[in-house]
């Protein structure tokens, strides 16, 4: 069994010794502070706040965000490579957080591989196990059994620099598995590569999660990534949780607008709304049009008693569909750009002074825009009550 337990596990840096904000020489700009807006205290910038999760045996976790939330610094208090500042890091029962890394029975794959360059990829896989003082012959059957999940075994005699960045991302994930860990954490393994060889990559590592029965916990800021491999996705923003849920449950119920923004792409569409109720049903109102959202929304609405005002809704780039003027409920916009994706367009279009991006597949293209759009053309579109959100507008909080 490898289950990981994370309880209101907190990482604080502290703040170092005189490390005040340098004033600005007379007639010079002040400094612009950029980056995530992590929370200072007098104990110093927490960098990761209250994080809890149960994570099963065998599942494949994803911690996904954007630069400097808090996700890699998770992993490495996970791997014992950070010091952890509150809570418990639990592996298989047992609370390790003063336990070494190397008595964790964790395997680790960084973004850089990692390797030896001047050993074989023979060598470099096998030595973890010749630490452990482990057998020849085992060691040569862990291995190349390893080599042969990998499709590395033509390999094995090559040194790293003879190796293209998918084949050492290989031999760096080889590495680890013949140590047969209890838990698997991968930390960007693959923003190395480029796109074509990231798809293989990570084709390569669902098929190899269905091979070796063990917990995986992976880190990316690649939101396709995250939806593509993971089990569940925990999603980060300054250190906190946002949300935790599977890929579908945070595609179709974010639960605020950040993550809203961050899954899906393109990503949502924003509109300025106003909500208003009429007994007991909801209408909203964007871009001079009313919709009226579906049961199911109605009745979360209600759960959340959702009060009437300002509001924002949002709705996916591919829930929207062009309808002819006149249409109930149609919103004009102008096309500013259209890309031709092969299957669908992404038309980027003007609304009121606002970006929306819609996905057209071109299966649904009308008569007159046959072979796609110009700049300026004038578009109609809406979307159906089913597939809209309402967000509140001050806290962001998903309201459907």
Known sequence: MS?????????IYPNAQGSKKKKASKGEAPAEETGP??????????AVHDFNIEIKDQEFIVLVGPSGCGKSTTLRMIAGLEEITGGEVIIDGKVVNDVAPKDRDIAMVFQNYALYPHMTVYDNMAFSLKLRKVDKDTIDKKVREAAEILDITQYLDRKPKALSGGQRQRVAIGRAIVREPKVFLMDEPLSNLDAKLRNQMRAEIIKLRQRINTT??????????????????????DGYVQQIGTPQEVFNHPANLFVAGFIGTPQMNFFDA?????????????????????EDK????????ARPGAVTLGVRPEHILLCAPGTEGAIKARVDVSEMMGSSIHLHSSVQGKD??????????????????????????????????VFDSETGVALT
Do not use: W
Request: aromatic share 8%.
């Open 3 to 11: 289950e990981v337990v994370l309880k209101n596990v907190k990482k």
């Open 37 to 46: 807006k992590l929370t200072v205290t007098e104990e110093g910038v927490v």
């Open 216 to 237: 995986f916990i992976y880190v990316t800021h690649d939101q396709t990534e995250a939806m593509t491999l993971g089990d569940r996705i925990v999603i980060m923003k």
């Open 274 to 294: 106003v909500l208003a109720k009429d007994g007991d049903k909801y209408t909203v109102t964007a871009c001079g049009s009313v919709f009226v959202p579906s």
């Open 298 to 305: 109605q009745a979360a609405l209600r759960a959340n008693n």
């Open 356 to 389: 929306v991006v819609m996905v057209i597949s071109t299966v649904d293209l009308p008569a007159e825009h046959a072979h796609g759009f110009s700049y300026g053309d004038e578009v109609c579109f809406s979307f159906s009550g089913s597939v809209l959100h």
